[in-house]
């Protein structure tokens, strides 16, 4: 009984009604005049904090003053957070990528196939979706291997040299393109393949039936693929514009495979760069192939 009456003599009490008058001081004649009470001054006080922290919160959030607020980056400072981010993220790509190419290398070297084509073997969705994919020669293709075969009838690609391995010399090399070789083939300056000038955008072809075990870019020599032949024997093509085949693809001897072009750090015009490579070591790709 005691609380109820409490209760409402506290509400009584706080909605009791007080005069608030300014007079003048010299005339003592009333200028304002307003009725409150102590609920009234409770609610407009309140309302007025509420609206000024919303008002604050606004004007932080969508202009630039929130910049000064302590541990909040800057503009520019993002911009800079986004741009790392992005390069961490080509950089962490780009270290993949080598791993990938260095792990296909020496899995190579070691007489063994890599994980990535064996994969593709055992599964028979991929090899339905390979033999769907391939496409029967037509008749300009033919006329142009025709063609080809022709000029190279008579051409002694493959020098007498009891030092080299009979498989090799008794290989015929489908070369890759036609060209001018501006740079010879050097061991002593590390130069282990040659480089043959020709039309910009040119045809390169695959100098054996193989395998591709690597196809991407890297920054001094742009656009690469390489290529895994019989006998221990690797082939790779250099500074192409454009690769035609994915790692994987099992190719022919004399089938397109890239665009010459001009890509990666270590090129002054547009050429391919090509290497041979028997068991480990390089040879030199024009006691094999004739390129002009």
Not at 54 to 80: C, D, F, M, N, W
Not at 108 to 135: F, M
């Amino acid at each position: 009984m005691e609380n109820t009456q409490g209760k409402k003599a506290f509400i009584k009490k706080i909605r009791h009604k007080y005069r608030l008058a300014i007079f003048n001081e010299q005339s003592y004649e009333e200028v304002f005049r307003v009725r409150l009470s102590r609920l009234n001054v409770f609610t407009v006080v309140s309302f007025s904090i509420v609206i000024i922290i919303g008002l604050v919160t606004l004007l932080i959030a969508y202009t630039g003053l929130k910049e000064y607020i302590p541990g909040y980056p800057s503009a520019k400072q993002r911009v800079l957070m986004v741009r790392n981010a992005s390069r961490v993220d080509s950089l962490i790509l780009e270290i993949h990528k080598r791993d990938q190419f260095v792990k296909s290398i020496q899995t190579v070297i070691r007489g063994e196939v890599p994980e990535s084509i064996e994969q593709e073997e055992s599964s028979p969705t991929n090899a339905d979706a390979i033999e769907s994919a391939k496409l029967d020669n037509t008749q300009r293709d033919i006329e142009f291997r025709q063609e080809v075969e022709a000029e190279e009838k008579f051409n002694l690609a493959v020098l007498d040299d009891k030092s080299k391995d009979l498989k090799l010399n008794q290989q015929y090399f489908f070369p890759p393109i036609k060209g001018i070789v501006v740079n010879k083939y050097n061991e002593s300056t590390n130069h282990f393949g040659v480089d043959i000038v020709s039309k910009p955008g040119e045809t390169v072809s695959a100098i054996l039936d193989g395998t591709v075990i690597f196809t991407g870019w890297t920054v001094e020599t742009g656009y690469v693929m390489i290529i895994q032949h019989g006998s221990d024997l690797i082939s790779s093509y250099k500074h192409n514009s454009k690769l035609l085949k994915e790692m994987g693809s099992f190719v022919k001897a004399g089938e397109a495979i890239a665009n010459t072009g001009n890509s990666g750090e270590l090129t002054t015009g547009p050429h391919l760069h090509f290497e041979l490579w028997y068991k480990s070591a390089a040879l030199n790709p024009e006691e094999y192939i004739l390129f002009e």
